[in-house]
């Protein structure tokens, strides 16, 4: 019996051990590094085909987790030589079952590669999975499109405008009607940085469409749309981008200057400052929360409800100055809503909350200057201020 064999089936405990004990034994070529996979064909004895052969396998081991994916042949014991992980001279079909690994090797060993090039973590079960379902990758633009018509689906407006919103700019910058991934470099991005800054727009924003962009190509690569060796973010940081936006706030006797401010009821300019002064009593609340908020979120004297944002629960103690504006709104509004911003059986999808929601915002930051001007604020009033004084 050969030598070679007879370590073999030593190792064989269990079929993880045997195949982790065998990469350690006979992987002579492969360095095992933090991030890199160990990929070679074995002769997979643990199964009997009825014809007496057993099935020749390909390996995949990542951080001790094995696959094993099929390459359609099958071979005796004396037909494959255990110590070269290769079959024998014996074996009829030898030169095309070479051609068949080496293929497939190179096929598996290419994409371990770009993942590390990219410096993206996978285990054996995904880079099997990204050779095996490789789909033809999309070009920029139509894959921008795809995702901002998945998230409308999921009610996710506020993200599709996002995606949206950069896939515009990208399109004025470029000057194309679509781009591919590989367009997409480092000169590129920085060509795209320095047209913004020429616009004369805010590096925050600026770091947003970057972060968007980063996030469409993080996602093609997870669903292998596009290979993670064009991932062009290894090289360009976006962290460079001074995103430190300066906290807006406003002095005390300021807030209590527009407290003592007198207006019509129920116009625009006196819904824009209870939304304001609302804000400014529980603890911050965003627009889109106090739209959101109905007297099912009031108990027992206090806000409760889940921010829209992050999706994490408050619980805020609602002031006598609270109580008052929301004594104010129960005896005007007759909806679930208490503020009047969306209208029940009017805004009802996800889309028509957010169009009328963007519209309010405006209309309240406009009735906000004007809110500044008669109580000779100097700062620009906007809601934001509100949640941070």
Request: hydrophobic fraction near 35%.
């Amino acid at each position: 019996m050969n030598f070679d064999y007879l370590i073999y089936r030593l190792f064989v405990i269990s079929t993880d051990f045997y195949h982790i004990c065998l990469h350690h034994v006979y992987t002579n070529n492969i360095n095992i590094m933090k991030n890199s996979a160990s990929i070679k064909p074995i002769l997979y004895i643990h199964k009997t085909l009825k014809n007496g052969k057993h099935p020749i396998v390909l390996q995949v081991i990542k951080d001790r987790k094995v696959k094993k994916i099929s390459l359609g042949y099958s071979a005796f014991l004396d037909e494959w030589d255990f110590k070269n992980n290769k079959p024998t001279k014996k074996y009829a079909n030898r030169l095309e079952l070479d051609a068949v690994i080496k293929k497939k090797e190179a096929e598996f060993s290419k994409q371990a590669l770009a993942f590390d090039l990219a410096d993206a973590s996978f285990t054996a079960d995904s880079l099997v999975k990204s050779v095996k379902h490789k789909r033809t990758a999309k070009t920029v633009f139509s894959y921008f499109e795809e995702v901002v018509s998945q998230m409308k689906k999921a009610n996710r407006i506020g993200n599709s405008e996002v995606y949206q919103t950069c896939k515009n700019v990208l399109t004025t910058f470029s000057k194309k009607n679509d781009l591919q991934f590989t367009d997409i470099d480092f000169t590129f991005l920085t060509k795209f940085e320095n047209y913004c800054k020429e616009k004369g727009w805010k590096e925050s924003s600026i770091s947003s469409y970057m972060r968007t962009l980063r996030a469409l190509f993080n996602r093609a690569i997870h669903e292998n749309l596009i290979a993670p060796d064009v991932y062009p973010f290894k090289q360009y940081k976006i962290g460079k981008l001074n995103t430190d936006t300066q906290k807006r706030a406003i002095r005390l006797e300021q807030i209590q200057e527009i407290e003592k401010l007198e207006l019509l009821p129920n116009t625009g300019i006196f819904n824009a400052k209870n939304i304001f002064l609302f804000s400014f009593y529980t603890m911050g609340t965003n627009l889109v929360d106090i739209a959101n908020i109905t007297w099912e979120n009031i108990h027992g004297g206090r806000l409760k409800y889940i921010r829209a944002k992050t999706h994490k629960p408050y619980n805020i103690v609602l002031t006598e100055k609270a109580k008052q504006i929301l004594k104010y709104y129960k005896s005007v509004k007759t909806d679930k809503y208490i503020f009047p911003i969306y209208s029940e059986g009017v805004h009802v999808t996800a889309q028509q909350q957010a169009n009328r929601l963007h519209k309010v915002m405006q209309n309240t930051n406009e009735d906000l200057k004007e809110i500044a001007r008669k109580c000779k604020i100097k700062e620009n009033l906007t809601t934001y201020v509100a949640r941070h004084s």
